[in-house]
């Protein structure tokens, strides 16, 4: 197991209240002719929890994978913290920008323990010979790494299932894992699809308290949900996409009293909508270019 350079009192550097955590701008995903993204701009300052969601289909994915490296922007830039950020994820990573999935993306056959350690690894230096030869440094740094996962255990709920395997936890746990190991980057930011995909009420409402916690420890959130009551209870900002285009972003008042918004959710078009084949055309694309991303040599590692 890597070793660990910080200590279990590390947090993210500290960010002024209201300082442009993430900025970016422009920001367009082309799959060949077709566009995901066109043009969007978005900021999330420090303190705050920004939603962004939109209609299947309306590029909300995709717009993330482009925050955090798995795919190159066509045009636009993202910075974090002021500084553009590199094509790579293990790198966006690294910076102090964590996600999860809307797909869990657990190591299903290590320990709950373990998942959150591998998610240690951007704050490691140990190399291969230090793990080698295993001297003193190397075993306190593992300890230190130790402690640190087991503390992120103990903030979601987990510590007493360190040693369960991760596919043997329930569904809400698996997701809470996921955040876990994603916190134990020690990000600045943390990206979260559709943290609540497939949980009850009162899961959704444990998952809503957790993430509460998270901003109230200094990490900037954006999330993306369809669940609407979630989304709205939680988020200080709401942008919304439409067929990969920012269509308006506001307080929840100002997104749910919006006819644009209202029409998009209930299928009715409004002036300039997409078609059902364009956006058919854009979900297909998203799709092959996630498989392709996912059957990428070293892709693993990356996330």
């Not at 993330?64 to 094509?87: A, D, H, Q």
């Not at 999935?101 to 299903?108: A, E, G, K, P, T």
């Not at 987990?158 to 190991?181: C, F, S, T, V």
């Amino acid at each position: 197991m890597t070793t660990d350079t910080t200590t279990k009192d590390a947090t993210p550097d500290a960010t002024a209240p209201g300082q442009v955590v993430l900025d970016a701008r422009g920001v367009t995903m082309r799959f060949g002719g077709l566009t995901a993204v066109r043009n969007v701009d978005l900021t999330v300052n420090s303190g705050e929890i920004v939603g962004l969601i939109g209609p299947n289909g309306a590029g909300k994915t995709t717009f993330f994978n482009c925050l955090t490296g798995l795919y190159v922007p066509t045009e636009g830039e993202v910075r974090y913290k002021g500084n553009v950020l590199p094509p790579k994820s293990f790198k966006v990573t690294a910076a102090g920008i964590a996600r999860t999935f809307q797909n869990i993306r657990l190591f299903s056959n290590m320990t709950v323990l373990e998942n959150v350690l591998v998610g240690r690894h951007t704050r490691t230096k140990e190399g291969f010979w230090s793990a080698v030869l295993r001297g003193p440094g190397f075993h306190r740094a593992e300890a230190a790494s130790r402690e640190r996962a087991m503390e992120l255990l103990e903030f979601v709920g987990l510590a007493a299932k360190a040693e369960h395997l991760a596919r043997n936890l329930p569904y809400g746990e698996q997701r809470k894992l996921e955040i876990a190991r994603a916190l134990a980057s020690e990000p600045g930011l943390l990206l979260l699809d559709e943290p609540t995909a497939g949980m009850n009420p009162q899961e959704t409402r444990t998952t809503e308290e957790l993430v509460f916690a998270i901003r109230d420890k200094g990490i900037a959130v954006l999330v993306i949900e369809h669940d609407m009551r979630f989304i709205f209870n939680l988020c200080d900002r709401v942008a919304v996409l439409v067929q990969g285009e920012k269509l308006v972003e506001g307080d929840s008042a100002t997104v749910q009293g919006d006819e644009r918004v209202i029409a998009a959710y209930l299928g009715e078009p409004f002036e300039d909508a997409p078609g059902d084949a364009e956006v058919a055309e854009v979900e297909a694309a998203e799709a092959q270019a996630e498989a392709q991303t996912d059957a990428a040599p070293g892709k693993e590692n990356d996330r």
